[in-house]
């Protein structure tokens, strides 16, 4: 089984800048991709991003050109870098990992834009 911990969230103001951080329980080599989510009161948990374990990258329209999903596999780590944040990207985020069919999340990190 996959754990995941989330760290990095915070509140900040419109057009800062956080950065999320993701550490798996094991190796992620062995994972065939990770990704964010989010979600916001009263909505539905949508992708924010993801990458696979070849380094194969997307993202919601919403975020591109603002937010960079990346990885460190030496660290088992995986990072989401928010630049450009506007209120509506206030959610809770969500790290998650499938493995072998399998899904796996995080306990989730709160990240609020102040206007």
């Known amino acids: 089984q996959v754990q995941l911990v989330e760290s990095g969230g915070g509140l900040v103001q419109a057009g800062g800048s956080l950065r999320l951080s993701c550490a798996a329980s094991?190796?992620?080599?062995?994972?065939?991709?990770m990704g964010w989510y989010r979600q916001a009161p009263g909505k539905q948990r949508e992708l924010v991003a993801a990458i696979t374990s070849g380094g194969s990258t997307n993202y919601a329209d919403s975020v591109k050109g603002r937010f960079t999903i990346s990885r460190d596999n030496a660290k088992n780590t995986v990072y989401l870098q928010m630049n450009s944040l506007k209120p509506e990207d206030t959610a809770v985020y969500y790290c998650?990992?499938?493995?072998?069919?399998?899904?796996?999340w995080g306990q989730g990190t709160q990240v609020t834009v102040s206007s």
């Open positions: 094991e190796n992620i080599f062995s994972i065939n991709a």
């Open positions: 998650n990992a499938r493995k072998e069919y399998i899904t796996y």
